[in-house]
């Protein structure tokens, strides 16, 4: 299967077409390949992405996020200029190799998109800073709840109950996993609330805008990074972390650069991954994927770098949280 250069058009007659990606999973399936493929491409891109940026903050001991998430974004948008002046790719659905860059107009439009990525952004970053990372984890995979209540507000959608079953199992879960950990610290659980909404309106809006605005998921990342992009290094330069950066001892290491650009090549496609995992299926599936690959990335996390303590609450956490994502996505699949 490859990788989509544009937003599916109505698909041809199937005697015009070989495998046919916009087509049910399988028969009674509520999901299409090309959805599937989506979900599974995010959930590997973001554990990888996980391991070098952890390679990068630990191994490194660097000390600016900020600035990996500005580098991550000045080279997403580098790649989509360069692949679309080569006409690889389109920003518009159904053209695509026809049209100009992005007009102002749409960049206006697309405007509560890329607030709500800032948003999501800045929250996220600091809510780690006032609660410790077991009780992080914890409250953070509550944002499936948030995403419910987001989506319901904005679209009034409503989820079977064995939907709303499977995301009661999930927050269960996490809430088990971090039972021996619950030190209160109200400006740190504030933030991790406020990131959890934050998180759940720009997967939303991602499903809004995108089907409004006219563009393609590369299109949506393009106006995010116009727009992100100067904000963030205005903010990264008034903190100072631009002045870490240049006096960072590993700076001109091959080992530390070659953490970062495997760095920023995932977080490209992690971006896109979300974008159409978010527009093909929907933003509860997105947040459904992201507690799913915890699994995978405490699991890689801990036989790369070690440090994560054995606690029988956290496992049991741990499977039901594992248990309610598999229980989603078989609802998912199922079509129910």
């Known amino acids: 299967m490859r990788l989509p250069v ?27 390949r090309r959805g599937a ?28 996020a900020n600035v990996i998430t500005l580098f991550q974004m000045i080279s997403s948008t580098c790649i989509l200029y360069a692949m679309r002046r080569w006409r690889i790719i389109s920003f518009t659905n159904g053209e695509p190799h026809k049209g100009s860059f992005v007009p102002l107009e749409t960049i206006f439009h697309t405007l509560p998109l890329s607030i709500a990525y800032l948003l999501y952004m800045l929250a996220t970053m600091e809510s780690v800073r006032g609660v410790n990372v077991p009780m992080y984890t914890t409250l953070r995979r509550t944002t499936v709840m948030f995403t419910m209540i987001v989506e319901y507000l904005l679209t009034r959608q409503k989820y079977t109950h064995p939907v709303v079953g499977s995301v009661a199992l999930i927050v269960l879960g996490a809430f088990v996993a971090g039972a021996r950990d619950l030190s209160f610290d109200a400006y740190g659980y504030g933030m991790v609330f406020i990131a959890n909404m934050t998180t759940a309106i720009y997967l939303a809006t991602i499903n809004r805008v995108g089907k409004s605005s006219g563009l393609n998921s590369f299109g949506l990342m393009w106006c995010n990074g116009i727009v992100c992009g100067p904000i963030l290094l205005f903010w990264t330069y008034i903190r100072g972390d631009l002045e870490l950066t240049m006096n960072f001892p590993y700076l001109h290491s091959l080992g530390f650069q070659v953490v970062m650009i495997f760095s920023c090549i995932l977080a490209f496609f992690l971006n896109y ?8 299926n929907s933003a509860l599936t997105q947040t459904m994927c992201g507690n799913l690959k915890d699994l995978f990335t405490v699991g890689l996390g801990w036989l790369l770098f070690g440090g994560l303590p054995f606690d029988v609450l956290n496992i049991i956490g741990q499977v039901l949280g594992f248990v309610g994502s598999g229980f989603y996505a078989y609802c998912k699949i199922k079509g129910k």
């Open 6 to 32: 544009s937003d599916p058009s109505p698909p041809p007659p199937s005697s015009l077409r070989g495998s046919d990606d916009n087509a049910p999973l399988f028969k009674g399936s509520g999901m299409t």
């Open 37 to 64: 493929f989506a979900a599974v491409s995010y959930m590997a891109c973001a554990v990888l992405l996980v391991l070098f940026n952890k390679a990068a903050l630990s191994s490194y001991n660097f000390p600016c």
């Open 273 to 280: 991954c979300i974008f159409l995992n978010t527009t093909l």
